[in-house]
């Protein structure tokens, strides 16, 4: 009785011209990226207001930043609190 096939995992290098490896612009960089914002796919080469898909989207993100709708978390204690208590 002949032994199960078992798939190797191996990590293809640059250079490796099997089918099995990845192709090379897959491993330089995604070909499509999420907008944080409206989640749509994209190509990052086509956008000048990176990591948003739009200008429209990088300022819906700057309005919610400053109104406060995002923020770091700060935990009690650390320095620069005392001016923040009452």
Known sequence: MSEPF???NRIA???????SGPSSSSRLR???VQCPVCQVRFD???SAAMPFCSDRCRVIDLGRWLDEDYGMPLEPGEEGMDHFEG
């Open 30 to 32: 995604p070909s499509t």
């Open 13 to 19: 290098s640059p250079d490796d011209p099997s089918p």
């Open 44 to 46: 990052p080469q086509y």
């Open 6 to 8: 078992h798939r190797t």
